[in-house]
């Protein structure tokens, strides 16, 4: 089964830093996307980033604007989601997710790709 256990997360004033670890374990014999997404108060989870775990570079949204960096330790099997230039429209919780890749080596940010979550973690940036 695939778990996803999350850290890192908390408040920080704009322009600040700060990054997100998601420990997971996932079946061996199945290759995933992994993900970074997050939900505002009030408004749908939206997809950050994602990356395939068989290799490549990861995929961001247009708002992420270079300030969001996805990165993963294979060694450790743990995702993170560096977080630079924080701004308070970014105060939202955090999660990671993961699903199974229905086509190698594609993956999406979208919600509806992902089947399993991590727990979620609180970003609040004030101004």
């Known amino acids: 089964q695939v778990q996803l256990v999350q850290s890192g997360g908390g408040s920080v004033q704009a322009g600040g830093s700060l990054r997100l670890s998601c420990v997971f374990s996932t079946s061996r014999d199945s290759t995933y996307c992994m993900g970074w997404l997050r939900q505002a108060t009030g408004k749908g989870r939206e997809g950050i980033a994602a990356v395939y775990s068989g ?3 990861p995929y961001y ?12 330790d294979n060694a450790n099997n743990t995702l993170y989601l560096q977080m630079n230039s924080l701004e308070p429209e970014d105060t939202a919780m955090y999660y990671c997710a993961a699903g199974r890749a229905v086509v190698p080596g594609v993956c999406t940010v979208s919600k509806d790709h ?14």
């Open 61 to 72: 949204a247009r708002f992420t604007k270079g300030r969001f960096t996805m990165s993963q």
């Open 114 to 127: 992902y089947s399993y979550w991590g727990q979620g973690t609180q970003v609040t940036v004030s101004s």
């Open 55 to 57: 290799g490549g570079s």
